[in-house]
C-alpha cells in the first residue's frame, strides 16, 4: 500500500454534462469527510453506496452538487480506499473540487498512476493492465474486444500456463543439481525435451498472432493508386465523408500522400489517397510519385482506381502488375459517363462514381472481405503489444537452446539457466519480474486519472 493519496480528474477535458474525480490511497476516506456535505457522512456510509450532497470549501460555501461513493480497499479497484466523485461538467466545477482535494492533502496523480496501484496490490497482472490503456485508446470493435479479453485475464491464462509447467521442470532439475545423493525424482531427458518443444511451439503460435493483432490494434492501411486524374481524390473524399483532398480536372493536383481512418463493419482502416502514377520531369512530381510507390509497397491492401470512360493504357496495365501480389480491388470509376474501357480481362471490378457517390456501398462491402480476409477469427493468441512480441521471441530463444542442450549432453546446470531465463521473459509479461524502469516506462503512457 502506498501512504500518500492520489487524485485526478478521470473525464475528458472540455463541455460535457459529468465530471468524475478520482481519490486512492489510506486518506480518502478522511479527506471525503472534511470535503463533503450531505445526509450521511462518508466514513459511516455503507461501502459501494453513492451519497447526494455537496463539496464544500474551507468556509463552508458549496462549490458544487455531487454524487460521492467510497469503495473500501482491498475490495475496490486499486486494492486501497477509493472515493469517486461525480460533478457537474465543463471547465470549471472539476477544476474547483479537484483543488480542493489537492487542498486537503492529496497529491496530483501521475499518468496511469491508478492502474499501477492496482498492479501493484495483486488486483491486475501487468498484461491486464497494459490492455486498461488499450480500451481507451481502442479506435474499433475488434480493437475493443481484444482488449477486453486481455483484461479479462484470458492473455495472462497463456503465459500462466507455460510459466508453470517451466517452473515445474526447473524445480525437477535444481533438485537433481543439489541434492545428487537424495532420493529425488530423476530429470527424464525425453519428457522434458519433448515439453520443451511443446512450449516453444506455444510461443512460436502466440508469435504468429502478432500480425493479425497489429492489424486489428493498429488498423489496415489500404492505398488508392492509378493514373492521375481516374478519380482517386474524389473516391478518397467520398470513402471519408468529407472533403480532405482537392479535386481538380487538373492531373496532378495532389502532390502527396494524404490519410485519414475510416470503420469498415468492426476494423478500423487508414486510406491513403496518393499521386498519379506518371512519369514527370518537376522534381516535386517525381518526388510524389515515389513516396506513391513506397505507400503502395506498404500498405496491406490497394485499390486500383481505373477510369471507366477511357480506353485502358499501358500504364493501367502496368500499375495493375505492379499490384497483382499485393491484396487488392480494382474500382472502376466514372459510371456516370459512357463507358470505354474493358475492366474485364483484369477480373472482377467494383464499378462506381466518385462524382455522384454510386456503388460505395458495394465497395464498402468488397472492401470488407478484403479486409477481414487479413485478419481471422479471434483467438486468446492475438498479440497487439510490442513489448509483448520482444519477450515472448527471447523467450522461445531461451526454451529452444535448453532444448538443444539437453541434446547435446550439456550439464543441467546450463538447462536450467536457459530455462531461468525463459521464465524471466514471460514473468516480464506478468509483471513477476518487470523492473521499476519497466513499469515506470508502460504506466507513462496512460491517461491521468486511469
Known amino acids: 500500500m502506498s501512504d500518500d493519496t492520489i487524485v485526478a480528474i478521470a473525464s475528458p477535458p472540455g463541455i460535457g454534462a459529468l465530471g468524475i474525480i478520482r481519490l486512492s490511497g489510506p486518506a480518502t476516506i478522511d479527506i471525503s469527510d472534511r470535503v463533503f456535505r450531505g445526509k450521511q457522512v462518508p466514513s459511516q456510509a455503507r461501502d459501494r453506496t453513492a451519497l447526494l450532497g455537496e463539496i464544500v470549501s474551507g468556509d463552508g460555501f458549496p462549490i458544487d452538487q455531487v454524487l460521492l461513493t467510497v469503495m473500501r480497499g482491498p475490495h475496490s479497484s486499486t486494492g486501497e480506499d477509493v472515493a469517486e466523485i461525480t460533478c457537474h461538467g465543463g471547465a470549471m466545477a472539476p477544476r474547483l473540487v479537484l483543488r480542493r482535494l489537492l487542498g486537503e492533502g492529496a497529491r496530483a496523480a501521475e499518468p496511469g498512476e491508478f492502474t499501477k496501484r492496482a498492479f501493484l496490490n495483486g488486483k491486475m497482472d501487468l498484461a491486464q493492465a497494459e490492455a486498461v490503456s488499450d480500451i481507451v485508446r481502442a479506435t474499433s470493435e475488434k480493437a475493443l474486444g481484444v482488449a477486453v479479453r486481455q483484461l479479462r485475464g484470458e492473455l495472462s491464462q497463456r503465459f500462466y500456463d507455460i510459466e508453470h509447467r517451466l517452473l515445474d521442470w526447473l524445480a525437477v532439475i535444481e533438485a537433481n543439481i543439489d541434492f545428487v545423493d537424495e532420493d529425488v525424482e530423476v530429470v527424464d531427458n525425453q519428457d522434458l525435451a519433448a515439453d520443451l518443444v511443446e512450449i516453444g511451439g506455444r510461443l512460436e503460435l502466440l508469435l504468429e498472432g502478432y500480425e493479425q493483432g497489429r492489424y486489428i490494434k493498429d488498423g489496415l492501411d489500404v492505398a488508392i493508386v492509378g493514373k492521375p486524374n481516374v478519380g482517386k481524390s474524389s473516391l478518397f473524399n467520398r470513402l471519408i465523408g468529407k472533403d480532405r483532398v482537392i479535386v481538380s480536372d487538373l492531373p496532378g493536383t495532389t502532390r502527396d500522400v494524404v490519410d485519414a481512418l475510416v470503420g469498415v463493419n468492426g476494423l478500423m482502416l487508414r486510406l491513403h489517397d496518393t499521386a498519379g502514377v506518371r512519369q514527370d520531369p518537376d522534381p516535386v512530381g517525381a518526388e510524389a510519385v515515389r513516396r506513391t510507390r513506397l505507400a503502395v509497397e506498404e500498405a496491406d491492401i490497394a485499390l486500383i482506381v481505373l477510369d471507366l470512360s477511357s480506353p485502358l493504357s499501358s500504364k493501367d496495365l502496368e500499375i495493375v502488375e505492379e499490384v497483382a501480389a499485393k491484396p487488392h480491388l480494382v474500382v472502376a470509376n466514372k459510371t456516370d459517363l459512357p463507358e470505354r474501357a474493358e475492366v474485364e480481362p483484369l477480373g472482377p471490378a467494383v464499378r462506381v462514381s466518385a462524382l455522384k457517390g454510386w456503388g460505395l456501398g458495394g465497395l464498402l462491402e468488397e472492401l470488407r472481405k478484403v479486409a477481414h480476409a487479413q485478419v ?74 486511469k
Open 376 to 449: 481471422d477469427d479471434l483467438s486468446f493468441e492475438v498479440i497487439v503489444s510490442e513489448r509483448h512480441v520482444v519477450s515472448i521471441r527471447e523467450a522461445r530463444e531461451a526454451v529452444s537452446q535448453a532444448g538443444a542442450s539437453l541434446r547435446d549432453g550439456v550439464p543441467l546446470e546450463f538447462v536450467a539457466s536457459d530455462i531461468r531465463l525463459a521464465l524471466d521473459c514471460v514473468g516480464a509479461i506478468t509483471g513477476n519480474t518487470a523492473s521499476a524502469r519497466v513499469l515506470d516506462e508502460i504506466f507513462s503512457r496512460f491517461c491521468i486519472g
